[in-house]
């Protein structure tokens, strides 16, 4: 079963959905995940889960960090 992904939803899944919001593909958002304990990306039923708002609020914290 496919899941639906809309930019008006903030839910994200599958690390490739993932990859396209943050403009980074599916090894990046894996290495991101393996290195910052605090990346905002959980791991639910055997997939990836993240909130659309807390994956940019996160990266713009560290940008301006």
């Known amino acids: 079963m496919a899941i639906k ?3 008006d ?3 994200v899944w599958t690390l490739e959905a993932i990859g396209k919001v943050i403009n980074r593909d ?3 958002v894996e290495y991101l ?3 910052y ?3 905002p990306v959980k ?3 055997g997939g990836y889960v993240a909130s659309r708002k807390a994956l ?3 990266l713009l914290e560290k940008e301006a960090a």
Do not use: G, N, S, T
Request: charged fraction near 45%.
């Open 5 to 7: 992904q809309d930019e």
């Open 56 to 58: 940019l609020a996160y």
């Open 43 to 45: 791991k639910v039923a």
């Open 26 to 28: 599916k090894r990046a």
């Open 9 to 11: 939803h903030d839910i």
């Open 37 to 39: 304990a605090d990346f």
């Open 33 to 35: 995940i393996d290195r």
